[in-house]
């Protein structure tokens, strides 16, 4: 079994930052590729961004690409998402999710384990 905490949300105002981090417990990281979604009060959750194991891949969704920064740190068995130039749009719980495969997925479906969110709220 795999526990994900996520850190890191919080209030900001339009244009300012963020870093949200996911930290594992039980199991490691290790050859999991690990997403981060999001949900909207009264969206479906939606996929944000994904990493590979390695960290060598990654995929972003449309909204978020050049403002969203995945990474990961396998030494602190964390993955991190930089949020800049924050949007009232992107005001969600996030989650952070892992595969039992070292495979990027879009789908929630396609993820194992997850953590229990962390309110991001964007001022405008």
């Known amino acids: 079994q795999v526990q994900l905490v996520e850190s890191g949300g919080g209030l900001v105002q339009a244009g300012g930052s963020l870093r949200l981090s996911c930290t594992a417990s039980?199991?490691?990281?290790?050859?999991?590729?690990v997403g981060w979604f999001r949900q909207a009060p009264g969206k479906e959750r939606e996929f944000v961004a994904a990493?590979?194991?390695?960290?060598?891949?990654?995929q972003y969704a449309a909204p978020v690409t050049g403002r969203f920064t995945i990474s990961r740190d396998s030494a602190k068995n964390t993955v991190y998402l930089q949020m800049n130039n924050l949007r009232p749009e992107d005001t969600a719980v996030y989650y952070c999710?892992?595969?039992?495969?070292?495979?990027?997925?879009?789908?929630?479906?396609?993820?194992?384990?997850w953590g229990q969110g962390t309110q991001v709220t964007v001022s405008s």
């Open positions: 039980g199991q490691t990281f290790n050859r999991r590729a």
């Open positions: 990493i590979s194991w390695g960290g060598g891949a990654t």
């Open positions: 999710a892992a595969r039992t495969l070292n495979i990027l997925a879009t789908t929630d479906s396609a993820y194992n384990y």
